[in-house]
Nanobody
Framework: VQLQASGGGSVQAGGSSRLSCVTSSRSFSSYIVGWFRQAPGKEREFVAAISGSGSLTYYPGSVKGRFTISRDNARNTMHLQMNSLKPEETAVYYC????????????????????WGPGTQVTVSS
């Protein structure tokens, strides 16, 4: 499964950005897909996940209410809409896919995701 993220760039604090991720996989709908981010000098952290059907989503408290993950299985794409961005959210954002059943305990763990895109930089300036 190959993933390619796009849409990163520079945005001012309080602004919005929308990331997209496209895959060539024919079985895209069978994967949980997620977004992670990694700031300089920090570990990669979970940002959002969505189930294969798109009916279930999960966010950590740090982004809940500001970020929205969605997917379009017919177009093999998923998106991350980010609002009210903060400077500390400057990071490389990665899309990923996991062939596992939905479990909150599992979808937040990096090592559950088998496939990763190369990442896209989001810079939030104050």
């Amino acid at each position: 499964v190959q993933l390619q993220a796009s849409g990163g760039g520079s945005v001012q604090a309080g602004g919005s950005s929308r990331l997209s991720c496209v895959t060539s996989s024919r079985s895209f709908s069978s994967y949980i897909v997620g977004w992670f981010r990694q700031a300089p000098g920090k570990e990669r952290e979970f940002v959002a996940a969505i189930s294969g059907s798109g009916s279930l989503t999960y966010y950590p408290g740090s982004v809940k209410g500001r970020f929205t993950i969605s997917r379009d299985n017919a177009r093999n794409t998923m998106h991350l809409q980010m609002n009210s961005l903060k400077p500390e959210e400057t990071a490389v954002y990665y899309c990923s896919a996991a062939p596992i059943p939905w479990s909150v305990a599992r979808i937040v763990r990096i090592n559950e995701y088998y496939y990763w895109g190369p990442g896209t930089q989001v810079t939030v300036s104050s």
